[in-house]
């Protein structure tokens, strides 16, 4: 059901838009790029993207702090206790950009008593947005058409399309989870965008045990449980957010569709 963030999803639609525009200026061309204390790379269009980002959030929802992957790296984390907050990842993939995928994307969620309650997920270089905020508002836009709504599916008589990171497609964790299930194929994915397809029925599960942070998963999340799946750690809790003593870190977790 639409809920009383909804109304912000237009705009929070267009920033994110103007942040991948301002990511393809970069796209398939020379720029700098380095590594960050915890391994993972950042470019120049890290940067120019949360650039765009921040000031449009504060200007939109200046009582609601954001807290961004860029500006975490570089300490600087607001105040969160209120348990409203913005996550943003202004590209999410950095290492499919690097290489020259179409796999990366703009990821902007919006947390509220610590629950994701609003997504936008733009993929720039593939011209989609997904986005919702409450149960039955979950979109799925092409450049130049209209949204159309997109929902989880049932799992198929055929079993199930899982969703993979193309950096950790294999792994002795992930054959052990899987083997106890009725699997179709695995579908290798970069970035957020694995999101995306499970919640317009492309998939049915995505299993993550490599490391992922807040940032990584908020808007996804909203989506998801727009679509009408869910995220959960492999201990069946649900994901949870507002860990800043853990530095947004995550734990593993199982995004699912319908069950």
């Not at 609601?64 to 992957?69: F, G, K, M």
């Not at 799992?155 to 083997?179: E, F, H, I, Q, W």
């Not at 995306?196 to 989506?223: C, K, M, N, Q, V």
């Amino acid at each position: 059901m639409p809920n009383e963030y909804q109304s912000m999803l237009k705009a929070v639609e267009n920033i994110a838009y103007e942040a991948g525009m301002e990511i393809m200026k970069f796209y398939s061309k020379n720029y700098d790029s380095h590594f960050k204390t915890d391994g993972t790379p950042v470019t120049e269009a890290d940067v120019a993207a949360e650039s765009i980002i921040l000031p449009a959030l504060q200007s939109l929802t200046p009582e609601i702090p954001i807290v961004s992957e860029e500006s975490a790296a570089g300490g600087h984390v607001p105040d969160i206790s209120g348990k409203n907050f913005w996550l943003v990842d202004p590209l999410d993939g950095t290492r499919e950009f690097i290489k020259g995928s179409d796999e990366f994307t703009v990821n902007i969620g919006l947390v509220i008593n610590l629950e994701p309650v609003l997504g936008i997920l733009y993929s720039p270089a593939k011209n989609v947005t997904y986005f919702g905020s409450g149960l039955g508002t979950a979109m799925r836009k092409e450049k130049g058409s209209s949204p159309k709504s997109i929902n989880c599916r049932e799992t198929p008589a055929k079993g199930l399309d899982v969703l993979v990171s193309r950096s950790y497609s294999t792994s002795k964790r992930l054959d052990n989870y899987l083997s106890s299930k009725k699997v179709h194929s695995r579908i290798p994915c970069g970035s957020a965008l694995k999101f995306g397809l499970l919640a317009a029925g492309e998939a049915d599960l995505y299993p993550r045990f490599g490391p992922t942070y807040e940032w990584d998963t908020a808007a996804g999340h909203a989506i998801i449980i727009a679509a009408g799946g869910n995220l959960s750690t492999f201990s069946g809790n649900p994901l949870s957010y507002g860990k800043s003593e853990d530095k947004f870190l995550n734990p593993g977790f199982i995004a699912f569709g319908q069950k």
